[in-house]
């Protein structure tokens, strides 16, 4: 089994049944909620500095009612892999 390149997915083999596709995933269960307030705007600033290591200024009102946050919390997860996924 191998790769037909290197950060292609496709596993490739001698006969067309040997042939796949490397693949990972993850599924989430849980309950989503639009964060609202003060909630929402810390959410917009961790975002924020995750992404531009800055939280800017601060969102107006009209900028604010433009975005919506949600949050997710998380009840369950699982995660599946097949084949050598290429990095």
Excluded: W
Aim: proline share 5%; aromatic share 6%.
């Amino acid at each position: 089994m191998h790769h037909s390149r290197d950060r292609d997915p496709m596993i490739t083999g001698e006969r067309p049944c040997e042939y796949g596709m490397a693949y990972e995933s993850v599924m989430i269960e849980g309950t989503a909620s639009f964060l609202r307030g003060d909630g929402k705007v810390r959410a917009l600033e961790q975002i924020a500095m995750q992404y531009a290591h800055e939280t800017g200024a601060p969102y107006t009102k009209e900028q604010n009612s433009g975005i919506a946050v949600i949050e997710v919390i998380i009840t369950s997860c699982t995660g599946r892999r097949s084949g050598s996924v290429p990095s």
